[in-house]
């Protein structure tokens, strides 16, 4: 009952948990044993099928498989519904973040909270790259905002919008005309010496994958919120700057700046640090719509 990388023991009982769990239809029970068919090259190593074996009689070669009290040894029950919530509802986009450097080792951790996101596919192809020093993220910030004065001057001039508007960009503009005011703000703040566009952050984490996974952009996002909702265990906060992200999707200088993989494409971008100001107090937000049939 052996194959290329799943082998079977005899421990099997035949429970059927792998058939069930599988999500490329590999395992077969027969006579009370389960055994992979001709799906298994299938096989996207999820590791499911592991993991639910009461008897540990499925033998992954290809993955190293660890009990949950092995990596958490304290472990005992789950966070209930409402330390969940509690975690969700704590979790604030910080505006203002203290000069005090987070550590390589917390940015580790950090990491890892994104690791262990779901994928499509589970392609697992998300990747980080940090920029952990204020001095680089000022002269981004620099080159940001050339980028915003440029689309400025060029939102105002009725030239450019009636060819943007020929080549079907007007949604694009419009949508651009509306956070016309924040961009002027963020310039003028800038200029003096308040950073409204980083916060202040010392640290940047660019998430970034290949355009043709089958989930990029998902994978990227999911990746990037649990990491948000982690880093308030270790005391850390963190904010999407989706302005990054625009920038790098519309100025050549801020992508070379940047300088990701070529084939990449960068779908979200997290500010962390410590945050300044202590929050107090939790905000409702309003009932979303929605319907049950
Ligand atoms: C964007 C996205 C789409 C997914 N679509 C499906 C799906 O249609 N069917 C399914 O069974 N799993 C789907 N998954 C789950 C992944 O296959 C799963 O996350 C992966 O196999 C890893 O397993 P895990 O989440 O239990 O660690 C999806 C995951 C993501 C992030
Ligand atoms: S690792 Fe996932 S896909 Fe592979 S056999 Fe196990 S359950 Fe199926
Ligand atoms: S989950 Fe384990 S014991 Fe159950 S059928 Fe599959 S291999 Fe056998």
Same mark, same amino acid.
């Given at each position: 009952m052996s194959d290329d990388f799943i082998t079977i023991t005899d421990d099997c009982i035949g429970c059927g948990n792998c058939a069930d769990v599988c999500p490329r239809y590999i395992f077969e029970v027969v006579e009370k044993k389960a055994r992979p068919n001709a799906n298994l090259f299938r096989c996207h190593d999820c590791g499911h099928c592991v993991s639910v074996c009461p008897e540990e009689a499925i033998v992954h070669h290809r993955l190293i498989v660890k009990s949950l009290e092995e990596d958490f040894p304290k472990k005992g029950k789950t966070l209930s519904y409402e330390e969940v919530l509690e975690t969700i509802r704590q979790r604030r986009s910080i505006r203002c973040f203290s000069n005090k450097q987070v550590s390589e080792e917390q940015i580790k951790q950090l990491i890892d909270l994104g690791r262990y996101a779901p994928t499509g596919h589970n392609d697992r192809a998300v990747c980080y790259t940090i920029i952990n020093d204020r001095e680089k993220l000022e002269h981004l910030i620099d080159t940001m905002i050339s980028f915003f004065k440029k689309l400025i001057n060029q939102l105002k001039n009725p030239f450019w919008n009636l060819i943007a508007y020929a080549a079907g960009k007007g949604g694009t503009v419009k949508r651009a005309k509306k956070s016309l005011y924040r961009l002027d703000s963020h310039i003028e703040h800038w200029e003096k010496g308040i950073d409204k566009v980083l916060h202040y952050s010392s640290t940047l984490i660019l998430i970034h994958t290949h355009k043709d996974t089958s989930a990029p952009k998902e994978d990227c996002n999911i990746a990037a919120q649990n990491? /948000?909702?982690? /880093? !308030?265990?270790?005391? *850390?906060?963190?904010?999407?700057?989706? @302005? %990054?992200?625009?920038?790098?999707? $519309?100025? +050549? *200088? &801020?992508?070379?700046?940047?300088?990701? !993989?070529?084939?990449?494409?960068?779908? /979200?971008?997290? /500010? *962390?640090? @410590?945050?300044? $100001?202590?929050? +107090? +107090?939790?905000?409702? +937000? !309003?009932? !979303?719509? %929605? &319907?049950?049939?």
């Open positions: 990491i /948000a909702l982690g /880093a !308030p265990t270790l005391g *850390i906060g963190a904010t999407f700057i989706g @302005y %990054v992200q625009k920038s790098w999707e $519309n100025s +050549r *200088i &801020v992508k070379d700046l940047l300088d990701l !993989p070529k084939d990449h494409h960068l779908y /979200a971008c997290l /500010a *962390i640090g @410590y945050p300044k $100001n202590k929050y +107090r +107090r939790l905000i409702p +937000r !309003p009932e !979303p719509s %929605v &319907v049950l049939k």
